[in-house]
DNA sequence: CATGTACTCTACATCGTTGTAGAACCCTCG
DNA sequence: CGAGGGTTCTACAACGATGTAGAGTACATG
């Protein structure tokens, strides 16, 4: 029998508005008032009933994150940045694991839990193109990631083809020619593997380096043991490589074991660099250069849109693109020692969904 | 204006009662009604409404998992399992980070948020023996890890001593002799880093090699950054080293780092073994051994004694240690390859909470 | 002195659900 | 046929907070 306002109502002498008002800050209360109502609470071991505030005021106060899994170190890292930024507004963050299965990613969007929260932000990562209609759901919605462009939400993403370019330019510029890429997705037209293909066919392009379909090197899932499979596919081909992109870190940090496991010299025999700018790549042998695609202000942008939208703005969804930096390190040779150095720099954007949903990724 | 029991009721001709009857799988409901109801839920698309649910039933089907950082790849894997073992008996998870600053951890045994959750499942990490008292709380609790022992409450910790002294062993079993320790925490006597440090000096003891001090290396926070660094002053200081006894995997990453740094081979010229198993050590280069302490094993163990104290269970607190086991891996040469090789079990085990709160550590 | 306004507080209805008590019906059995 | 027991359903009062409307002050103003 935990201690009601009433109860603080009582031993304070007052009517259980007041102290619900002084609990609120409401500003007209007598100090004296106001003095006896926190005494009581004080006394009392007061503490707001939840489940009630939330009946009366239609809101929860909590947000939803939903991502594949917490092993893996991107989705850790922003799921701690979305804590932090949601907690500054005073929002509190519950997590949800999809393991990117289809399903459990298509009952995200059909709303099986959004009674228990305000709003969700959604990382899809089994869901694609084909499900766009499905994004048209009746509760406050935040899209992450790339699997989607130009569903009917706010989204928050990289930028992945200009990033992409930029990295596989840093590699270009280091004298490599035949780079590898490590974590092709084949046949996909949207999602971080092709665009960050295009990305990097870009640059081959912009340096005259013809393409070679035999360095692109496929991986479904982007773990660490997938990227370190890709990349002893690739060599055991027998093909010459000078460099690797590895398409995010964990799979580059598989393909540094791999190239370690065939005595290949990195950076010296073949550079390397990988996408997510993720805490393990600073403390790998060598130090692997990264893609920082700006996670906290990914997470505190999403955090913001979420937020406006539960509060009711009907402005045009927006996609919003944080700024993105190629940070250089030991596998490009760019660094001497555990030193890190910023190649480029590329700007953030904000678009209107409806104008291209698919040019916008691209 | 969301759809509530009242219109279920209206649609199908039938009370309030009767829509939350069959919505709670009541059985004594004719099948006309109950079909009815259910047309009448699908029709109109209702979704209950959990907080006048829970203010109703008091209780809020969530718990709380406090970790210190979601960015440490400890704790975001036990999350991980935490949240899939509460999935399992249908509990929501609530993650809460409280960055191992002392007041927020002191913040979480005051209650200040438990309002939200019926629970909580709290790894102090700042906390120490002092605060023991503080952990009489008036909510369920259930603890994790080892900064507390004796605390009134259920505890699931690591088989940290044993654990520790068998993975000593290990390392000499391979012939290692000057056997250098990451992550000591001197003058603790509790905690992860004085119970392993309790292990190491036993199993020396136990193959007759002196303790020698110039070879505990001190690290406050267990990151792979403070990894490197306490790994690096250990090799500048000149004290010979043959094996490294890394007391948790982050740190042992950085120590690899450190120690390729220095162009020393690992296993060749320095054996290495780390604490936690996490994801990482199997890709790291070569590959580094680590004491398995059974993570799915205390999420499950750990829901389980929650869940119990939430429905009011009155037995006494138990501390429940999971089996472990010893990998060995490349970094102590005990595989070829990639492979890993279950070189020691320790059987997992419970005990009172009151018989003997330090030995029972120990 | 009457009037208006700002302050301080209260009573009551209400949010959407579930527990309780009991009504109405059916069946079975002595 | 009446008692007893199960089934099926309903009315009503909670759960613990907040919004609304308004009562009662106090003070300044014309």
């Known amino acids: 029998m935990p201690v009601t306002m009433q109860d603080v109502a009582q031993r304070a002498g007052v009517s259980v508005k007041t102290v619900s008002n002084v609990v609120n800050g409401y500003p007209h209360i007598r100090d004296s008032t106001r003095h006896r109502v926190e005494e009581a609470i004080d006394h009392l071991g007061y503490r707001m009933n939840v489940s009630a505030r939330n009946l009366r005021i239609r809101r929860t106060g909590m947000i939803t994150l939903n991502v594949p899994e917490l092993s ?114 084949p046949g996909e037209v949207i999602g971080s593997a092709a665009l960050r293909l295009t990305g990097y066919e870009r640059a081959l392009a912009d340096a005259g380096i013809p393409l070679d379909l035999a360095l692109v090197g496929e991986a479904g899932l982007w773990h660490r043991a997938t990227g370190a499979e890709t990349m002893g596919r690739l060599l055991d081909s027998g093909v010459e490589i000078d460099a690797v992109f590895a398409l995010n870190d964990a799979m580059a940090l598989g393909a540094l074991h791999a190239l ?82 910023v190649v480029t720099v590329l700007p953030g954007r904000v678009e209107d969904i409806e104008a291209s949903p698919l040019a916008a990724g691209l």
């Open 260 to 341: 370690h496991a065939r005595r290949i010299d990195v950076p010296g025999d073949v550079a390397l660099i990988g996408f997510d700018d993720v805490d393990d790549v600073r403390y790998s042998v060598p130090t692997i250069s990264s893609v920082d695609p700006g996670r906290d202000d990914i997470a505190r942008t999403a955090v913001e849109l979420l937020v406006a939208r539960i509060s009711g703005t009907e402005e045009p969804y927006r996609r919003i693109v944080p700024g993105t930096r190629i940070v250089g390190r030991g596998s490009t040779d760019e660094a001497e020692g555990d030193g890190e150095k």
């Open 72 to 185: 893996l170190p991107y989705f850790a890292e922003l799921a701690d940045s979305v804590i932090r930024a949601a907690d500054e507004c005073g929002w509190t963050v519950l997590i949800e694991q999809t393991g990117a299965e289809r399903a459990r990613e298509l009952e995200v969007l059909a709303g099986g839990r959004r009674h228990l929260t305000d709003g969700v932000l959604f990382s899809p990562l089994a869901l694609g193109p084909d499900d766009l209609g499905r994004f048209d759901v009746d509760f406050p919605l935040v899209v992450l990631g790339e699997r989607v462009f130009g569903a009917p939400a706010d989204h928050v993403t990289m930028n992945n083809v200009e990033a992409a370019q930029a990295a596989t330019a840093h590699l270009i510029a280091a004298g490599r020619r035949r780079i590898a890429v490590v974590g092709a997705h």
